[in-house]
């Protein structure tokens, strides 16, 4: 049982706030195959550099004001309805127009399962995009053993989608557990991947899919 609490406006007397309650008490879930992910979602980085090189940035951001100075190349990445950007530490809201449409391609199927499945509607968090070669260096330093100095994260065609936590939209008693709306994420990488429009890589030890536009 989870209990979320929302806020809401009360007319009284005082016109003071009125808080709301509700309990998240019935579990509900999706009901898809479920998927190894560990060896279905295994391209490599040889893969990934490849597919960022051919249609990414025409050069690596050594720092922030050199990722600004590339921002023609570039669409600025937002929270949408079906994604959160998370905070960014250690990466900059960019990536190749490509890459932008793939990310809402991948949110459009994941809000489009759980409609026809009549689940609550959730947003994944988007917690890595654009790395400049600093901000790899800074990653390496904190002991982020999947920070590798030749990313394709440094093109702006690759992200992250953490696969542990979601931001819940929809106020209702029903709710997906994590590891049941990983499944649903899951399920439209694999459909993407089969496809031919991404590289994956489950990193296991950093709580994320690894992304790269094809």
Not at 23 to 30: A, G
Not at 127 to 148: H, M
Not at 152 to 176: E, N, P, Q, S, W
Request: aromatic share 8%; glycine share 4%; net charge positive.
């Amino acid at each position: 049982m989870v209990a979320l609490t929302f806020c809401g406006c009360h007319r009284s007397s005082q016109d003071q706030a009125h808080v709301q309650d509700i309990v998240e008490d019935n579990p509900v879930t999706y009901p898809g195959r479920t998927i190894d992910y560990k060896s279905q979602f295994r391209d490599n980085n040889i893969k990934h550099l490849s597919a960022a090189k051919a249609i990414g940035l025409s050069e690596r951001p050594c720092d922030r004001a050199a990722a600004e100075r590339l921002k023609k190349q570039l669409r600025e990445v937002r929270s949408t309805d079906n994604y959160l950007l998370d905070s960014l530490t250690h990466s900059v809201p960019y990536l190749v127009p490509k890459a932008a449409d793939e990310l809402n391609a991948i949110g459009a199927g994941f809000a489009d399962i759980l409609s026809r499945n009549n689940l609550p509607h959730y947003r994944f968090r988007v917690t890595s995009i654009l790395r400049t070669d600093a901000d790899i260096k800074a990653l390496q330093k904190s002991g982020n053993i999947n920070s590798v100095s030749n990313s394709a994260h440094c093109y702006g065609t690759t992200f992250d989608i953490a696969y542990l936590h979601y931001d819940k939209v929809t106020r209702t008693r029903d709710y997906v557990p994590e590891d049941n709306l990983k499944l649903v994420l899951a399920q439209v990488l694999l459909n993407e991947q089969r496809a031919g429009h991404i590289y994956v890589k489950y990193e296991w030890k950093q709580g994320c899919f690894h992304i790269t536009t094809r």
